[in-house]
T-cell receptor
Framework: GQQLNQSPQSMFIQEGEDVSMNCTSSSIFNTWLWYKQDPGEGPVLLIALYKAGELTSNGRLTAQFGITRKDSFLNISASIPSDVGIYFCAGINAGNMLTFGGGTRLMVKP | KAGVTQTPRYLIKTRGQQVTLSCSPISGHRSVSWYQQTPGQGLQFLFEYFSETQRNKGNFPGRFSGRQFSNSRSEMNVSTLELGDSALYLC????????????FGPGTRLTVT
């Protein structure tokens, strides 16, 4: 089946630093989604991307839909302690199937 | 607007038993999807229901089944539980006729002993 390769698997950064994570696939997706999951909770949708090349921001978060439609990245600027959690990318293909990346665990040191 | 709700939040079952989990989507949403999340396998798609019909299905054995009611509420059933079924089961709802911008519930933590 389709797979999304998400990297890095984990990051340990200093508060105030910028963060970048990405997802790549060998298959094309029509929609890219980025989620954040806190312990014991379900993932929360952060950003949705619908067109190749689209760049969308949500506060300190910025995500882009790759031109080839096979990749996406998420940037977090000026990280704060509450950014801690697991970030997931997800792609929706032409068959309406949603596939998740393996997640990036973000840890922020105050 | 209320979010996606799942009941129960926690459940402990014994091998061989069966279990039914419930999900109430966001009001107006007609699509409900179910996912299994484990540390080793990550988030894996189980199935999606739209207007009481299963529209998509993941690669899980037939012990995993679901249904959707006319009010869009959905249930997931797992029969003959195995230790490996221990996981966080997540339900997600979306509006419209295509899966996009799915909103997740808090999940049901199932432990099989």
């Amino acid at each position: 089946g389709q797979q999304l390769n998400q990297s890095p698997q984990s990051m340990f950064i200093q508060e105030g630093e910028d963060v970048s994570m990405n997802c790549t696939s060998s298959s094309i997706f029509n929609t890219w989604l980025w989620y954040k999951q806190d312990p014991g909770e379900g993932p929360v949708l952060l950003i949705a991307l619908y067109k190749a090349g689209e760049l969308t921001s949500n506060g300190r978060l910025t995500a882009q839909f790759g031109i080839t439609r096979k990749d996406s990245f998420l940037n977090i600027s000026a990280s704060i302690p509450s950014d801690v959690g697991i970030y997931f990318c997800a792609g929706i293909n032409a068959g309406n199937m949603l596939t998740f990346g393996g997640g990036t665990r973000l840890m922020v040191k105050p | 607007k209320a979010g996606v709700t799942q009941t129960p939040r926690y459940l402990i079952k014994t091998r061989g038993q069966q279990v039914t989990l419930s999900c109430s989507p966001i009001s107006g949403h007609r699509s409900v999807s179910w996912y299994q999340q484990t540390p080793g396998q990550g988030l894996q798609f189980l199935f999606e229901y739209f207007s009481e019909t299963q529209r998509n299905k993941g690669n899980f054995p037939g012990r995993f089944s679901g249904r959707q009611f006319s009010n869009s509420r959905s249930e997931m059933n797992v029969s003959t539980l195995e230790l490996g079924d221990s996981a966080l089961y997540l339900c997600a709802s979306s509006s419209g006729t295509a899966i996009h911008e799915q909103y997740f519930g808090p999940g049901t933590r199932l432990t099989v002993t």
